[in-house]
């Protein structure tokens, strides 16, 4: 693409759509708020018509037609099967239930273990106090897979997370299930601005899926302060369409998530 | 049972079921007692400085403002909070100067409208103490633990993570499979607020949209305060007793306050009010705008009716349920810096 071309898209709608394209239909999803909203939005009217949709704050199967800004948005329960609790769907999610559950984060290192608790200084006195779990950590525990989402820097995409508020593999094969966790459990796929990543089944570190249009294996490792995997033959992601952008626009009206 | 680990952050809220049982049995009684009260006299009965406090709702969602205003007229001290998702409510409780220590499931932050400034300034400049980490399963269920009458429950979160070891959890070999469990420690807050669509005197309460997790929350309270849209005749609660999601026999005061959630949301009845939480994410960046917007909303105001006059009365209202039901356009200051 020449520099003076600008796209029919922005990095947000490709993240939003690559995110959406990890979901199958007949399948459950834990969502957070932002894109991983747009995305399981966009999968239901797309692909996946019968994706049953959860949300911690309660809300179960929505229909949603507009995007909310809080999990616990009345938005959630649009055409729902249910309106129920915390508990109900943490036990959902521990007992089972749930095929995927989307993270995002501050922080995130080679095993996709994810930080979103502080930054700087010490937990006591922290330079950065970030929000903490949430229903992160739950959701990291015991959805069967997990997608994260999230920008990409080099300062983000570190050796080791100060902190594990979440865990992704934690030190590596096995390193879960030694700590309890339930078996087969873990991240799937991160997706940043930059490209697709997955986790290398033998030592469960980040590998390089595919890079988005435009963007180097270069820009990739630059961004990178760890060692990813990266194959001799990288796909690039394909971009979205201009239906796919419409429909973004059309869940969110306002551009909460997707922007203007 | 062997411990195979142990979290190091402060145990907050947790009593032997056994004393719980004792504190109910001289604090609690199912007699049917009228307990309508104001809002200044339910705080003052029944919120003491150094509480351990858990608002009901979601942050933005169902949060008794009625009863936050008031904790911050009184100014009420050293509260420790419960921070399930207290985002919007523990930020002005910051600001309002009613916080001494907080354990931490998600706070200091707004969902989509971004990080808080208020409680991220008190937390890094050390005027207010996380004293523990948990996950939000994690609260919810020490709250199931304490409505269930036993020390812990076991669940399978927070293992292998640092949200673990600053947590006041631990970790222990099942004995069942062999496998490690965590066991969260129950708690049963001091003081507990729930906001309601509508409840009668007794404190019978239904509640309308999703539960979170008020269920529990309330079941676990020792003392409990219900603010409520309007008070329905007992004859309405017994007629559709499937509706009931808190018996009154647990209530401690009813107070009646209509729009008592705003600027959260409110089921059915009113959206989040962007315009104010809007202007509290702005002023609230230095300490001279948070006490200029403390001192406008809640100590420039007697009372919650007055404090709605002030921001827009029924108009306000009337546009923010054409929100919720779609009618209306969605207008949020944060909105218009989104590129």
Same mark, same amino acid.
């Given at each position: ?19 959406? $394209? +990890? ?7 834990? +969502? ?46 649009? $055409? ?47 330079? +950065? ?66 490209? +697709? ?64 | ?34 307990k ?23 942050? =933005? ?17 050293? !509260?420790? %909070? ?40 008190? %937390? ?70 729930? =906001?309601?669509?509508?409840c009668d005197k007794f404190g019978n309460c239904? *509640?309308?949209?999703? !539960?979170?997790?008020?269920?529990? !929350? ?6 409990l305060?219900i603010?409520t ?17 808190i018996p009154g026999f647990i209530v401690d005061a009813v ?9 959260? !949301? ?15 994410? *702005? ?14 909303? %809640? ?25 919720? =039901? ?14």
């Amino acid at each position: 693409m020449s520099k003076t071309e600008k796209p029919h898209y922005t990095q947000t709608h490709l993240m939003a759509v690559a995110a959406a $394209r +990890v979901l199958e239909n007949n399948k459950s999803v834990f +969502v957070g708020t932002g894109l991983p909203m747009i995305a399981s939005m966009y999968a239901q009217r797309t692909h996946a018509p019968n994706l049953l949709i959860i949300f911690e704050a309660g809300a179960v199967g929505p229909q949603m037609r507009m995007l909310p800004i809080s999990v616990g948005d009345s938005r959630t329960t649009y $055409r729902a099967i249910a309106a129920s609790s915390m508990h109900d769907n943490m036990s959902f999610a521990q007992a089972g239930w749930l095929d995927y559950g989307f993270l995002g984060g501050a922080q995130i290192d080679k095993f996709g273990n994810l930080n979103t608790t502080y930054i700087g200084g010490t937990w006591d006195r922290p330079k +950065v106090r970030l929000p903490g779990s949430g229903g992160a950590n739950d959701v990291g525990s015991n959805c069967r897979h997990t997608i994260i989402i999230m920008r990409q820097e080099a300062q983000n995409f570190v050796d080791k997370v100060t902190f594990i508020t979440t865990p992704g593999y934690l030190d590596g094969p096995g390193a879960r299930e030694r700590a309890g966790l339930p078996a087969g459990s873990g991240p799937i796929k991160v997706i940043s601005q930059l490209g +697709v990543y997955g986790f290398d089944e033998k030592t469960k570190m980040m590998k390089l899926e595919s890079t988005h249009p435009g963007v180097t294996i270069e820009q990739i490792v630059a961004n990178t302060s760890f060692k990813l995997i990266i194959p001799d033959k990288v796909p690039q992601t394909p971009p979205p369409t201009k239906q796919d952008v419409a429909l973004l626009r059309e869940l969110d009206p306002t551009g909460m998530a997707i922007g203007k | 049972m062997k411990v195979i680990d142990q979290g190091e952050g402060e145990l907050v809220g947790w009593h032997d079921p056994d004393e719980n049982r004792e504190w109910i049995r001289k604090n609690k009684s199912p007699a049917l007692v009228d307990k309508r009260m104001s809002i200044d006299e339910a705080v003052s009965k029944f919120v003491k400085d150094g509480d351990v406090l858990g608002m009901g709702g979601f942050g =933005h969602i169902r949060v008794s403002f009625a009863g936050i205003y008031e904790m911050i007229r009184q100014k009420k001290k050293n !509260l420790t %909070v419960l921070g399930k998702t207290a985002v919007h409510d523990m930020d002005v409780l910051i600001g309002g100067g009613c916080v001494g220590k907080v354990e931490v499931a998600y706070s200091f932050g707004h969902e989509l409208r971004g990080l808080s400034s208020c409680g991220r300034r008190a %937390v890094e400049s050390g005027r207010v103490k996380v004293v523990s980490e948990i996950s939000n399963g994690g609260f919810q269920w020490r709250y199931l633990g304490g409505m269930m009458g036993v020390p812990f429950v076991p669940c399978r979160m927070m293992q292998g993570s640092d949200t673990f070891r600053k947590s006041s959890a631990k970790i222990v070999e099942d004995p069942f499979t062999g496998k490690p469990i965590c066991l969260l420690p129950s708690c049963n807050p001091d003081v507990v607020f729930v =906001h309601v669509p509508r409840c009668d005197k007794f404190g019978n309460c239904q *509640i309308d949209g999703i !539960l979170i997790e008020d269920f529990e !929350l309330a079941r676990a309270a020792r003392r409990l305060i219900i603010t409520t849209e309007e008070i329905i005749d007992n004859e309405e609660i017994r007629k559709d007793p499937d509706q009931t999601k808190i018996p009154g026999f647990i209530v401690d005061a009813v107070v009646e306050v209509k729009y008592g959630a705003h600027p959260t !949301l409110m089921p059915d009845k009113y959206y989040f009010d962007e315009e104010i939480i809007g202007e509290w994410l *702005i002023m609230s960046k230095t300490d001279e705008g948070t006490e200029k917007w403390i001192d406008k909303y %809640v100590h420039g105001t007697a009372n919650f009716e007055e404090y709605i006059k002030l921001i827009g009365g029924e108009a306000k209202m009337k546009y923010l349920y054409d929100v919720e =039901h779609y009618k209306a356009e969605l207008k949020a200051p944060w909105l218009d810096k989104k590129k």
